[in-house]
């Protein structure tokens, strides 16, 4: 049997599981009305819609912390500061904006010393990334904002820096301390650093390698543990993620060919990302991937290659559709995806700008596409929509989004 308590909404915490929203259906934007309570904006969700009690199933989540007042609701530990510091996105949005370019600088520095045999400066990594951390501590959803149309290429520095955000996005998202996310995002910044001895030629090639020259390019994972080990680097995490993100599920991957729950969750996240970021980024040789169809790659690719549980954690943090994403909804009009809800990702909170039944620009408007009642009851996502198509009407996207706030 399973026991249940009611509870007021201002005791709910991160980590219960929902047994009934003690409302009828209709009356709240989830699409189940058991789940489990996975962070803060679901709570703020159902305070939004005006729940202001529910009942719990501690058997299968987290009962009421002992000595937890209805006005004093128990947070997950460590998120007391944070919660106290946040910033308005646009405010944070400039300063995400600042971090990340001071990022690539010192990644860049990073990977010239390496291929000098210099010594890294890890203390201005750590740094760095705590900075980092800082950030997605005050507003997350600006550095979500900054990563997604970061303007990465071919550069291994670029790439280094795009990793390293997602992966500290993904570790910020599932509630880990404030050290993990900055390993994470160290981890993602090193993982690439044995291409610092791969001969440029081979590494700059504008096209794709040939069997043997893909075999040489292998070598960059042993490379990156010499310079590791050189530097003193030890951190688990990181080490992990510089030298398990080409290691498969499947134990198809490379160097050691480990398989299953050999790889640390760490590399196995890595991986996930390393492929996501590379699918949807432009080469010489392909345009890179829309969020959406990469996605879908990853799902397909996580049939085999990755673990299929890592890959719904993966895309439960990102979403189908991250935000910036441009899409159509049934109703034909353009909107920018402002963030996902947890309860279905197929329908996120998005802001609407253009018509093209009418063929008319709309005054902004945000919409939670999650809500099932009501005006928009009716729309959804139809698909994604490219850019480029659109490039005389998009306006600027982060002015959009912060314009709807």
């Avoid at 090193?190 to 030629?201: F, N, W």
Wanted: with cysteine; glycine share 6%.
């Amino acid at each position: 049997m399973p026991k249940l308590r009611k509870i007021h909404i201002d005791q709910a915490v991160v980590g219960m599981y929902v047994a009934s929203l003690d409302c009828d259906w209709t009356a709240h934007p989830f699409w189940l009305s058991r789940f489990c309570l996975r962070n803060a904006a679901q709570i703020a969700m159902l305070r939004q819609e005006g729940i202001q009690s529910f009942y719990i199933d501690t058997e299968k989540g987290r009962d009421i912390p002992p000595a937890t007042s209805v006005r004093a609701p128990a947070r997950r530990p460590g998120t007391e500061k944070s919660q106290a510091r946040t910033t308005p996105l646009d405010q944070e949005l400039g300063l995400a904006r600042d971090i990340v370019l001071r990022t690539e600088a010192i990644t860049q520095n990073l990977m010239k010393d390496a291929r000098l045999g210099l010594r890294l400066d890890v203390a201005a990594l750590h740094g760095i990334s705590s900075e980092l951390s800082g950030s997605l501590d005050r507003n997350a959803l600006a550095l979500r904002m900054v990563a997604q149309v970061y303007n990465k290429d071919a550069y291994t520095f670029q790439h280094s820096v795009s990793v390293a955000l997602l992966l500290m996005i993904l570790q910020h998202h599932q509630g880990a301390p404030h050290e993990i996310v900055v390993e994470a995002g160290m981890g993602g910044l090193l993982h690439d650093i044995g291409k610092t001895r791969i001969p440029l030629p081979l590494l700059n090639k504008p096209g794709r390698h040939t069997a043997e020259e893909r075999e040489q390019m292998r070598e960059h994972v042993r490379f990156s543990q010499q310079i590791l080990d050189e530097n003193g680097i030890d951190s688990p995490i990181i080490r992990a993620i510089a030298l398990q993100h080409h290691e498969r599920y499947d134990g198809t991957g490379y160097p050691l060919g480990l398989a299953g729950d050999a790889i640390s969750v760490y590399g196995q996240q890595a991986a996930i990302i390393d492929v996501y970021d590379a699918i949807t980024s432009d080469r010489c040789y392909h345009k890179g991937l829309p969020a959406p169809v990469a996605i879908k790659k990853i799902f397909e690719l996580g049939k085999n290659h990755f673990d299929p549980t890592v890959v719904r954690d993966v895309v439960h943090c990102f979403g189908i559709y991250p935000p910036g994403t441009l899409v159509r909804l049934a109703s034909g009009k353009l909107a920018v995806v402002k963030r996902h809800a947890d309860g279905d990702l197929t329908r996120p909170e998005v802001v609407v700008f253009f018509d093209t039944r009418r063929n008319q620009r709309l005054k902004p408007e945000s919409i939670n596409l999650a809500i099932r009642y009501g005006p928009h009851a009716d729309d959804h996502v139809l698909r994604h929509e490219t850019a480029d198509s659109w490039q005389a009407l998009l306006p600027d996207i982060h002015q959009l989004l912060l314009d709807s706030h």
